[in-house]
């Protein structure tokens, strides 16, 4: 039995609304908030096509899937999580905004519950500054990967002041869902990410010199190296404002190893943002399939 039954996600973008969808197929009572009550039910909805998807290809089973629709819960904002065991926040990766969330989290919640981070490269002791000293005992990173509902890899992120026992039920809490945690140091971008991106700004690179397109260094990723998909495409699924905003962090912690590529800022400042603005390092139709 895990530590955690009641669980609550803030943040209704991908990775939260697929975090919140991994707790509900594991049993959890989940409920899911974003800046209004609107995105969050079409992140709900999207959530019901993601479970229809995942039957013919024994994701889940079906019993599964309905368990998950019922522990779905959308609600208006986080005066609504004081009944949450943990509550896992997945909001922009701003450290200002994250805080800000913290700080209401920290006011709301019963003494006993924990809060996680889903940031991807911030600093997670910096980040638990935001709450009380009792509360940093209960506070951890938990860095998914997208698809949530695919990825099973969890970077479990103990602060400064985490309490052994509490990450540790954190990390139960991961396996009993499916996920498989590994443990990693609190710096700036983690491990994978600092692999990761190290790959993205070279794939960056062999495209600004003209050495591959996106497409082609997307198929020698997988084909070569067995990705299940290549760095732009990657990059489009997440948004490449996401990426700027990793790869500047990663260079204010690390120097020129991770220097943001100025055609990745050409990008961004273009709206060249990925799939969702149906443009990115690859075109999209209307309903998000690559032409």
């Known amino acids: 039995m895990s ?4 669980i609550g996600v803030v943040g209704a973008g991908m990775m939260g609304s697929e975090i919140a969808l991994v707790f509900a197929l594991g049993g959890h009572p989940t409920l899911i908030s974003d800046q209004s009550r609107d995105a969050a039910e079409r992140a709900v909805e999207r959530l019901h096509g993601v479970l229809d998807r995942g039957l013919p290809r024994g994701f889940w089973t079906a019993e599964a899937a309905e368990g998950a629709r019922r522990n779905l819960t959308v609600v208006d904002g986080l005066d609504a999580y004081g009944d949450r065991d943990l509550v896992i926040e997945a909001v922009f990766e701003d450290e200002a905004m994250k805080r800000g969330v913290f700080q ?8 006993r519950a924990g809060i996680a981070s889903n940031t991807s490269s911030i600093s997670i002791t910096t980040l638990s500054a935001a709450v009380s000293e009792t509360r940093r005992q209960r506070f951890v990173g938990t860095h998914f990967f997208s698809p949530v509902s695919r990825m ?5 992120i103990p602060a400064a002041d985490s309490d052994p026992g509490f990450v540790q039920a954190v990390s139960d809490a ?6 498989g945690p590994i443990r990693v140091k609190d710096v700036v971008g983690f491990a994978v990410n600092r ?3 190290a790959l993205v700004i070279e794939s960056i690179r062999l495209v600004e010199e003209g050495v591959c397109s996106p497409a082609d260094i997307d198929q020698a990723c997988k084909l070569g190296l067995g990705h299940p998909i290549g760095p732009f495409e990657l990059m489009d ?25 100025p055609l990745l800022r050409q ?13 990115g390092w690859h075109r999209y139709g209307e309903n998000g ?3």
Not at 3 to 6: E, G, H, R, T
Not at 104 to 111: E, H, S, T
Not at 174 to 179: D, E, P, R, V
Not at 251 to 258: N, T
């Open 3 to 6: 530590a955690f039954q009641n």
């Open 104 to 111: 209401r989290l920290d006011a709301i919640l019963a003494p």
């Open 152 to 156: 099973r890899l969890v970077e479990v």
């Open 174 to 179: 991961l396996i009993a869902i499916g996920k």
């Open 195 to 197: 692999l990761l991106h």
């Open 237 to 261: 699924n997440t948004q490449n404002s996401l990426s700027l905003s990793v790869h500047e962090i990663l260079h204010r912690a690390y120097g020129e190893r991770f220097l943001p590529q």
């Open 267 to 279: 990008m961004v400042a273009a709206g060249y943002n990925g799939r969702k603005a149906g443009r």
């Open 289 to 291: 399939k690559r032409i």
